[in-house]
């Protein structure tokens, strides 16, 4: 199939809910194994009694990069199988995830945009924790290519 | 050029703290000191497994052949783990009590099994707002190839 026919076999509006992800201390940990970061917000109880300027949190909190790697997959399982190239995330994140929080991605395809040469896709962001408060908004932009870029 | 080896980074973030840039050093426009690592295909696999990618393009070699990709690609997140890699243990993304604000990253070439990554990293600006110390950070990821693989920007909240 060329760029062209993927980009119009997909429609505005359709909603991708990602796989929910429940915070432990054994997922932070494998996130740190994996990212190396191993900052202390997220592992020493004691450290996290301090206040941070003028916050503080109850407790450990999650990476945030860990929420912007969930953002990710939930965009690249929908993209791949249709064989779109994940282009672009721009997150913020809103409130800290915290132990036992589980949270939720969820992207909606808001707009298709035809370029001079390319095929994109342009997603709204949102993720929620377990009591519906919005931790992370964003937004996202893929492209369909009838080519990997670097390949050789 | 370096082979990264997950096994022997220093996950201590509080060892060489005093050697780290803190707000008020931190000079907008200044290089951030790194170095180049190669990415195996092992290291490939372990940071998919760690952040849940379990698409088998990212480790199984037989099955990525048959996709558009030719191959076994990282998946695109894993500037999260090069931005710790290529940097020293004296880099102030390190400093303990860094929160981040949020993040923009635009992907271009998928990074491969044996590529060798380098990384450019600034301070771009900082500022202060809400009685809170900013810094913006950019990074830049190229392969051996001179290709850019990835390019981001992020801010985050200095520890006071």
């Given at each position: 199939?060329?760029?062209?026919?993927?980009?119009?076999?997909?429609?505005?509006?359709?909603?991708?809910?990602?796989?929910?992800?429940?915070?432990?201390?054994?997922t932070?940990?494998?996130?740190?194994?994996?990212?190396?970061?191993?900052?202390?917000?997220?592992?020493?109880?004691n450290?996290?009694?301090?206040?941070?300027?003028?916050?503080?949190?109850?407790?450990?909190?999650?990476?945030?990069?860990?929420?912007?790697?969930?953002?990710?997959?939930?965009?690249?399982?929908?993209?791949i199988?249709?064989?779109?190239?994940?282009?672009?995330?721009?997150?913020?994140?809103?409130?800290?995830?915290?132990?036992?929080?589980?949270?939720?991605?969820?992207?909606?395809?808001?707009?298709?945009?035809?370029?001079?040469?390319?095929?994109?896709?342009?997603?709204?962001?949102?993720?929620?924790?377990?009591?519906?408060?919005?931790?992370?908004?964003?937004?996202?932009?893929?492209?369909?290519?009838?080519?990997?870029?670097?390949?050789? | 050029?370096?082979?990264?080896?997950?096994d022997?980074?220093?996950?201590?973030?509080?060892?060489?703290?005093?050697?780290?840039?803190?707000?008020?050093?931190?000079?907008?426009?200044?290089?951030?000191?790194?170095?180049?690592?190669?990415?195996?295909?092992?290291?490939?696999?372990?940071?998919?497994?760690?952040?849940?990618?379990?698409?088998?393009?990212?480790?199984?070699?037989?099955?990525?052949?048959?996709?558009?990709?030719?191959?076994v690609i990282?998946?695109?997140?894993?500037?999260?783990?090069?931005?710790?890699?290529?940097?020293?243990?004296?880099?102030?993304?390190?400093?303990?009590?860094?929160?981040?604000?949020?993040?923009?990253?635009?992907?271009?070439?998928?990074?491969?099994?044996?590529?060798?990554i380098?990384?450019?990293?600034?301070?771009?600006?900082?500022?202060?707002?809400?009685?809170?110390?900013?810094?913006?950070?950019?990074?830049?990821?190229?392969?051996?190839?001179?290709?850019?693989?990835?390019?981001?920007?992020?801010?985050t909240?200095?520890?006071?």
């Amino acid at each position: 199939m060329t760029a062209e026919e993927q980009f119009n076999k997909v429609d505005e509006g359709e909603v991708i809910t990602g796989r929910p992800f429940t915070v432990t201390r054994d997922t932070i940990q494998a996130f740190a194994d994996a990212s190396l970061d191993y900052n202390p917000l997220h592992f020493d109880d004691n450290y996290m009694k301090n206040k941070f300027g003028k916050t503080s949190f109850d407790g450990v909190i999650m990476h945030g990069m860990q929420n912007f790697a969930l953002i990710t997959r939930t965009l690249t399982d929908w993209l791949i199988p249709r064989g779109g190239f994940h282009r672009r995330l721009e997150t913020r994140w809103l409130k800290p995830v915290q132990l036992g929080h589980t949270i939720t991605p969820v992207v909606t395809l808001q707009s298709k945009k035809k370029t001079e040469k390319g095929y994109w896709l342009l997603f709204d962001v949102e993720v929620n924790n377990q009591d519906g408060m919005l931790v992370a908004t964003g937004n996202a932009m893929a492209e369909f290519i009838d080519a990997i870029p670097g390949m050789r | 050029m370096t082979v990264l080896d997950l096994d022997n980074f220093e996950t201590d973030f509080w060892k060489d703290v005093d050697k780290r840039a803190t707000w008020d050093e931190i000079i907008p426009g200044e290089l951030r000191d790194t170095r180049p690592v190669t990415l195996s295909k092992e290291v490939i696999a372990r940071y998919a497994k760690g952040v849940g990618e379990d698409n088998p393009l990212y480790f199984d070699e037989d099955y990525a052949k048959t996709t558009i990709y030719g191959g076994v690609i990282a998946p695109p997140s894993i500037h999260i783990l090069l931005m710790f890699a290529c940097t020293t243990t004296e880099d102030w993304m390190r400093s303990p009590g860094t929160i981040n604000a949020g993040q923009n990253w635009s992907y271009h070439v998928p990074i491969r099994p044996g590529d060798t990554i380098t990384m450019r990293g600034t301070a771009l600006d900082r500022f202060i707002r809400k009685d809170r110390l900013f810094a913006v950070h950019e990074n830049t990821f190229t392969n051996q190839f001179g290709e850019v693989v990835c390019t981001g920007r992020g801010q985050t909240i200095r520890p006071a």
